[in-house]
């Protein structure tokens, strides 16, 4: 906690409904989220049982310094990933982290299973167990409205409200978390273990206040940050025109996952660009909490609701690069309003846009190859058929038939069921992000702790590449450097767009500003201590880096950086996993 030197942890038991609350000295030196959050996932998981059982762990943390600084935004949940059966790691904006702060709560760890559908209701002095039953089954809309109405006569700080939609009720293994309006804990699937647990919605609300001791000093550092963040290039395109910016130079490249990989390029890709977006559906831009950039890029279209009478409503779905490959050019979608649509019907039911994407387009590539049949899929599923891919979302979240059921468990899970492995693009159990760049992105994945490209940027290091030689342990030293410095960024909790806004000079100075003296050594000690924990977690959970195989189809369609070598692939992964030998011992 700020000016303290303790870590305040809420223990919630949705069994028993019994709380408690430690402050702790002895986890300060992980900093804040994702090495405290890491630390007490460390401590209170059972590797013995799986992800869904009542007795796993849920941890939330925000960061040593969230909100009080632009951009320190976000809020880390970590669980065992049903998706993966092993780290499950998420991260979202909006209010959460603001209100978790202004209620005196630094992490929260939830265990258990409620004997009915619950939501929690905490506030700076107050927690109590709601019956959700009313809720169960509602969307993410709904139940937001249901659960301000409920405590309006409570409410006297900030809220935040999140919750599951029917897809982690039905536990999808990749059902996503909304945060307040916008924002998601989107990968992995903490969806499906909230929803295992009848955890329908979290409220939090805070209203205190922590003055600032050396406002001077304080407000300095601040409006150096305020400034790097509004008034120079570096984060410009993200309010700009936002991540979609990224779609047509990475098509030029040849790097965007289209048609389930069966290509690089999509020729419809200045149909689907930032641009277009901007111009056909962009209405306004929202920020989270506490970020002055405004980077959440909301479109509209206008749906018909009535058969007869030209009755219509106005939908306004955030989008972003993610969401249009994954539910775009990776199914051959050519309109953004058809992409907008798409995004909706996803959101709604409460599921990560890009494993729902990745695992349509391997079960329509599964479908024309005849290994699975219509009756499998319901809907003949076809590239570019958006309405077909409307209906099927909705029979993945309702798990409608075995085929959805299968398909619900990830892409991994179903091609091990049905066949068609070799296009199943998923790395290490997750389905692809929308990179395909090099072996940055691809091997940067497999040893991710969470499987993700936003773990260590492999992309990055593709696109800063100057030729198209590699070197296998220059590589991945390059991967094991960003994987062990995000872990640093991300014990701030910051949205890793203001990475280069954060150099580690002003990460000192904003500590220093708050009364905390803190070394560059000693950043890089916390760095180290958090992956190691990380690498314990997916230890004591049975991952084997030297066992992960890559898709066949990742060698066969050429990368940005041409087509790749299968075998340098494996000696990239083989060079990192001698390097973190020594690193699970960091203390």
């Given at each position: ?16 409904q019994k709380i408690r609350i430690e402050d702790r000295e002895d986890l ?62 998420s991260y979202a904006g909006g209010r959460m982290a603001m209100c978790m ?190 970020c002055p950039v405004g980077c959440i890029h909301i479109g509209q279209f ?286």
């Amino acid at each position: 906690m700020l000016y303290q030197n303790t870590i305040r942890v809420l223990y919630i038991d949705m069994k028993t409904q019994k709380i408690r609350i430690e402050d702790r000295e002895d986890l300060k030196k992980y900093m804040g989220g994702v090495g405290v959050a890491s630390k007490l996932l460390e401590e209170n998981i059972h590797p013995e049982l799986p992800p869904l059982d009542p007795a796993q762990p849920v941890v939330f943390a925000i960061g040593a310094l969230s909100t009080i600084y632009p951009v320190l935004t976000k809020t880390v949940a970590m669980f065992i990933s049903p998706l993966t059966g092993e780290l499950g790691e998420s991260y979202a904006g909006g209010r959460m982290a603001m209100c978790m702060f202004l209620a005196g709560i630094d992490a929260i760890v939830i265990h258990g299973k409620a004997d009915r559908p619950t939501y929690l209701a905490i506030s700076s002095n107050d927690i109590q167990f709601k019956d959700a039953r009313t809720l169960w089954n509602n969307n993410k809309d709904s139940v937001g409205r249901l659960i301000r109405d409920d405590n309006k006569r409570a409410h006297g700080g900030k809220r935040s409200i999140i919750r599951i939609g029917t897809a982690g009720e039905n536990q999808v293994s990749f059902a996503c978390v909304t945060v307040d309006r916008y924002r998601h804990f989107g990968r992995l699937g903490l969806g499906a273990v909230l929803g295992s647990k009848y955890l329908k919605a979290i409220s939090i609300v805070g209203d205190r206040s922590v003055p600032i001791q050396n406002f001077k000093r304080y407000f300095k550092a601040y409006q150096d940050l305020y400034k790097k963040c509004v008034t120079t290039e570096l984060m410009a395109k993200y309010h700009d025109i936002g991540t979609p910016v990224n779609i047509e130079p990475l098509n030029a490249a040849g790097g965007l996952p289209t048609l389930n990989l069966r290509q690089n390029r999509f020729e419809h890709a200045n149909k689907v660009s930032g641009e277009a977006f901007s111009y056909l559906h962009l209405v306004r831009k929202v920020a989270c909490t506490g970020c002055p950039v405004g980077c959440i890029h909301i479109g509209q279209f206008k749906r018909e609701f009535a058969s007869h009478g030209h009755e219509y409503e106005t939908i306004s779905v955030a989008y972003d690069y993610e969401l249009i490959y994954a539910l775009g050019t990776f199914l051959g979608i050519k309109k953004p309003r058809e992409i907008l649509e798409l995004i909706e019907e996803v959101e709604i039911l409460g599921m990560d846009a890009m494993s729902t994407g990745v695992v349509l387009g391997w079960a329509t590539e599964a479908l024309e190859n005849g290994i699975i049949t219509q009756d499998d899929t319901i809907v003949p599923l076809k590239f570019g058929s958006y309405e077909e891919y409307l209906e099927a979302v909705k029979y993945l979240a309702a798990g409608k038939n075995k085929f959805y059921k299968s398909l619900g468990q990830g892409v991994k899970y179903a091609s091990e069921a049905y066949g068609g492995q070799d296009y199943a693009m998923h790395i290490a159990g997750n389905e692809m992000a929308g990179y395909h760049t090099g072996y940055g992105s691809l091997v940067g994945s497999a040893v991710a702790a969470r499987h993700s490209h936003l773990c260590n940027g492999g992309y990055a290091i593709d696109q800063g590449l100057t030729d198209n030689n590699v070197d296998p342990d220059e590589m991945a030293q390059a991967l094991l450097n960003e994987e062990i410095e995000r872990c640093m960024l991300n014990s701030l909790v910051m949205c890793l767009f203001a990475r280069k806004v954060y150099d580690r000079e002003t990460i000192i100075s904003a500590f220093a500003a708050v009364g905390e003296d803190i070394t560059d050594d000693e950043l890089t000690a916390t760095a180290r201590r958090i992956y190691a924990t990380k690498l314990r977690v997916k230890k004591a959970l049975g991952f084997k880096l030297q066992s992960v195989r890559f898709p066949k189809r990742f060698f066969e369609t050429p990368s940005m950086r041409g087509v790749l070598d299968e075998n340098m692939a494996y000696e990239i992964l083989k060079k990192y996993h001698e390097k973190i030998s020594d690193l699970e011992t960091a203390e």
